[in-house]
């Protein structure tokens, strides 16, 4: 059933990459990806952020989301985005809805649900930020979507610290996936500062289309290939 | 000189790449290397470091470094914020500074202990050794629910302080006790003692055997050695004052002790509940909790009146 939800969405945006952008069609897409939330949501009695499936539609979701928030009229950058939409939610049909419905109790937490929907909204800025580094996009955008994404990460970071103080008894435990949060945090805070350096363009740029391969890398790469605290299993 | 190489804003963001570089090469090489690295977030790091000699720690020295520098461009962006009466960048800065002290804090003192607290212990002793200190707790009763996967969920456990009071400690719920935070982290069982039931000549008997505790029967001296994961087989030494054996006990068989041939009717393991906890000492907490709401807050703050002004551009 949940997977009906994303064939949809990906015809949609197939749709969009091959024929015509329309802002409207991406309106139906990000709509029927909040129905999915709300239904997962209301079936499995928490947040879905759980596990590959879940948390790519979110992603994708959040991509969305913020799309229509900060609207641009720049073809390459629709066209990458979209690329991308299209990616996750292929990777999202792959992945498998099977859930154990089991809910341990460190999860019984608001700050869970707080910490995972932050960091995906903070990752999907900064994936526009670096669509919007390939295409010609005022670099002010560019700007604007690492400092969202910095602002969202950082809250993501620090709702997911005092949880995993609580849980863990310590916010820091050296694994993979908390180094490389870490590495994103000081990655997107020094970004963010290049705007007070003359001549910008093309550190931001460049800067910035890494900064989506560590992201990237941190949630799919380190997620799925090697295991820690935060596998996706 | 220094003051202007401090506020090159181009160099710093070029260390503080440098930082995300050596970071990526520490988490590969923790990655690769867990057992090298398996107590580093047990001890003080700076105790951990002195401790672990080794090459490969290489990483964690040139972060410090780089930091340190960091910690002294900071100092003098937030003189300019305050020259320039940016309150909300100087706050962020400022709580920049404090959460670089408090790590060099926890650096310096934190640790965290993994302990098993009993239920049915009447005095559980929690030894620190960093403070020769023992904290005495005792687990007055442990509440779970088994879920329809048969995992223990809902743990909560009310434990009696050294002052008298009771606390509830459950998951995700710490508890503080004299300088230190408990967190429950599960539920366990331990072996406390097997029943095992025998038959000789129609009589029932009934022995209790607790691991490594000698236990007479029949003139012969068992012990208790190792039992089966399934609780179906024990291994026992059989002592007496000329000779000394190790048996195999199942459920169904015979054995002879003293010359007299005994069936084992049943084997009955019994088990204590118990909490899984550690025991953190964190005096940085406080500071680290401070210093990143107070940046997360001006951050936000920051972010909302610009976010008009973002939408629009």
Known sequence: MEKAFIVISLCITLYQIFFKKSQFLNIISFLILLTLIFYTTIIYKHFPVTGLFETLSFFTFSILGLKLLIKEDSALYNLSSNIIVSILLSLCLMASTKKTAFTPDALNTILFPLHVAFSFLAYASFTLAFCGALSKIDTIKIQNLNYIGFVTFTIGLWTGGIWAYKAWGAYFLYSIKEIFSFVIWIYYASVIHIRFIKNNIKLLKISTIIGFIIVIFTYIGIGLFMKNTHSLG | ?313
Request: charged share 20%; glycine share 2%; with cysteine.
């Open chain 2, 1 to 313: 000189m220094f003051k202007k190489l401090l506020l090159d804003l181009r160099k710093t963001i070029y260390l503080l790449f440098a930082i995300c570089t050596f970071s990526v090469i520490g988490s590969l090489i923790i990655h690769f290397n867990p057992e090298g690295y398996f107590k580093i977030h047990i001890y003080p790091l700076f105790q951990w470091l002195i401790e672990h000699p080794r090459l490969d720690t290489f990483w964690i020295y040139i972060i410090i470094s780089l930091f340190l520098y960091i910690a002294f461009a900071t100092i003098f962006c937030l003189i300019n914020d305050y020259k320039r009466r940016d309150i909300l960048v100087a706050l962020m800065h400022f709580s920049v500074l404090l959460f670089l002290v408090a790590h060099i804090v926890s650096a310096l003192f934190t640790f965290r202990i993994n302990d098993q607290i009993l239920l049915e212990n009447t005095d559980s002793k929690i030894l620190i050794k960093e403070h020769q200190k023992v904290l005495n707790i005792r687990v007055k009763k442990i509440i779970y629910e088994i879920s329809q996967f048969g995992i223990p969920v809902n743990i909560k456990a009310q434990i009696e302080l050294p002052n008298g009071s009771l606390k509830e400690i459950m998951i995700n719920h710490p508890i503080t006790v004299d300088r230190y935070h408990l967190i429950l982290k599960d539920l366990t069982g331990f072996l406390s003692e097997i029943e095992v039931s025998v038959i000789e000549n129609k009589e029932s008997r009934r022995l209790l055997l607790k691991p490594n505790l000698p236990v007479k029967f029949n003139d012969v001296f068992l012990t208790l050695l190792d039992i089966s994961e399934d609780f179906s087989t024990i291994k026992l030494k059989l002592e007496d004052n000329k000779n000394s054996s190790i048996e195999l006990i199942k459920t169904g068989n015979h054995i002879i002790i003293n010359n007299k041939q005994f069936l084992v009717q049943n084997i009955t393991p019994k088990l204590n509940t118990a909490i899984i906890v550690d025991v953190v000492y964190d005096p940085s907490l406080f500071l680290i909790l401070i210093s990143s709401s107070l940046f997360s807050m001006a951050l936000v703050i920051q972010f909302v009146i610009k976010f008009k002004k973002m939408l629009h551009k």
